[in-house]
């Protein structure tokens, strides 16, 4: 064997599930196995075209070097060979281009499968065997996903706010890949992660962010916490175990321990009632053969107690249990069933669960729920303000414009004494008018009447048999409403003159309300004229009160400066603070900070507003010895404290000036109105 034809064969163990691998290659260090090609634009021809940038061995030397001793060709080893191949001569030497595994396969492998050993892409197994090759090769740490500059295109699915942040081992793994958008907001409120597996989760992906995180220098040895949330049936249960083995074996090529620790939230065999399987419950019967698919219900039977079963449904056709005497199928339950604000709340308190039991629980946003704490302080100024003039002035202007409290007895009384004389007058009017019209022509209101009696006689009868005979009352009921219309025409011809009259005296009478309301309103202005004349007396008071109440909140401003410095409570919050100095300093208050500590843009505003109950969540994270403090400060400086008017008011008699501004207005009255 010449130089050229010198290999060496390459052996990683590694445990795959409980059960010990062997990932071997074989390496020739001076000449190649896979033939790479390149695409590209041919200016000659004006077309895009593929060219061998580096010619690999031929068939018969792959079936010399890669045969099983049955004589066919060993594909596992011959994909691994390749992949370590572009491992050490491309990205450890000149970086390889980067791309996803199915880029890979176009670059290094098609040519080699398709053209020269005659394969089909198209066959399962082989797509099978290329992506088993990438897992032991990752897995044994034979190769990594960054140093051969493959991505997926999963981490799209991949939202990690953990730079600086106390929570870089807090994970959020959800199944579905529409649910991203829905859950981004929990991450960025929490700085912590959120992966989607769409169906299948990524070794690339998972090796990314493991990746980060030995770059930036976290502390891989600690234990992880990983929130899941996907269907209750076994392939929801084998994504479950894909993510933390992933997530093990990464963690663990990067040094760290490998300590996941799962957290199943959604969906869970002790969350289904049987209304709910009932109405949820999905038959499942996959397109696997029968061997198969009761191994893999076994298995999802231990993992679940048992697993699902729905009463038999009709048409099916698929397997049939007899389960307490009843004929039952298996079922899964999707986590699409219940609503985004349920899975939500669950992920929401386990986050905070989580966080309680396994590290500080004030790390929550506390620099931005002191500036909450402050805005709400400000709030309370007006609201005081306006409980304390509630109780205090009010009580005042009452006392002291007693007197005035007649005079608008006497402008309501006239107003709704005017209206009623007015409507009795052009009643009594319109009455005698309607009168006059009855004895010019009581020939045709007797006529009238009779009809109407008689229409609604018929109408009556209609309705007690109008699913029988309405067609045989129809006709009468029509020509009965023609004749009524008839004489209706004939006395608005014959008492026109009268209806004229009874139009005007209605105009009359509006032209005389409006009058009426015209002098309430000149009334009223005069009313609250001389009340406000009189009412200004108390401006005085009223400015004395707000200066109590904003002295006192200056007061209560200071507690809150001094609280925050007590060493208890800055530790809890420099526990959490991104610049940790700028709470630790004397001179500087949480509510001075020129922008928020909180890195991100107003998480805690949009929390607030669209996810209500995540504020209380939030703040039910604080340590009872940091909420204790704040809220005995709300309790001495506000609930309970008495304020004192610093200036007071003599009542006084204001009966005759009342009355003599009520002459002047009932003059000003009769002379302008």
Known sequence: MSSDDDYRDISNIFMDKHTERNCSVRYFPNRQISTICETYDNPDTEKIETKIMQPGMNREELLRYFTKANGKINLAFLVRSIIYEAYEKEALLDGLERGNVRHFWYTHLKTVILRILGLSEATSSI???????????????AVT?????????????????VKDSPFTNIIIAVEKQNFYDTFQWIPRLFNCTLITAGGQPSRAVTRRFIYELQQDGVDLDQTFHMCIASDLDCSGYDIEGAFKDQFVKAIEYY????NIEIHRLFVRKDQVTPELLKAQGIAWQPDKKKNTRDTIWKHFCEKTDGGLYITLPDGWTGDVFEIDGKPMVRALLEMDAFSTSLIEKSLVNELLKIIRENSDETKILIPEIMRVFNEIKNDISGELF??????LIDPLKEEFLKDTAAWKDFIDEKEELDIEKTNDKYNDLVSEKEDEKRDRVPELFDEEKELGESIAALET???????????EYKPSIDGLNTSLESVDEDIDEKCEDIDDEIEGLKSEKDEELETIDEEYDFRMTRYNQFKEEHVAVFNPVEQALRQDIDHKLEEMDYRFRTLEKRDEIKKEIGNICINIQLLLDENISCFDQPVPTFKGDKYLEKASYDKDLNIGNVRDSFSQKFL?????????????????????????????????????????VDEEI
């Open 127 to 141: 797509k099978s065997t290329i992506g088993t090759a990438w897992k032991w090769l990752i897995d044994s740490g």
């Open 145 to 161: 996903y960054e140093e051969m500059n493959v991505y997926s295109d999963k981490e799209s699915g991949r939202l990690s706010i």
């Open 255 to 258: 040094g760290g321990t490998g």
């Open 386 to 391: 306006e409980r304390w003039n509630r109780e």
């Open 461 to 471: 009868e209609k309705n007690e048999k109008i699913r029988e005979i309405v067609e």
């Open 628 to 668: 204790g403090g704040m809220k005995r400060i709300w309790r001495d400086d506000t609930v309970n404290f008495d304020f004192e008017l610093s200036k007071t008011v003599e009542m006084k008699d204001l009966s005759q000036e009342v009355k003599e501004a009520m002459d002047d207005t009932e003059k000003a």
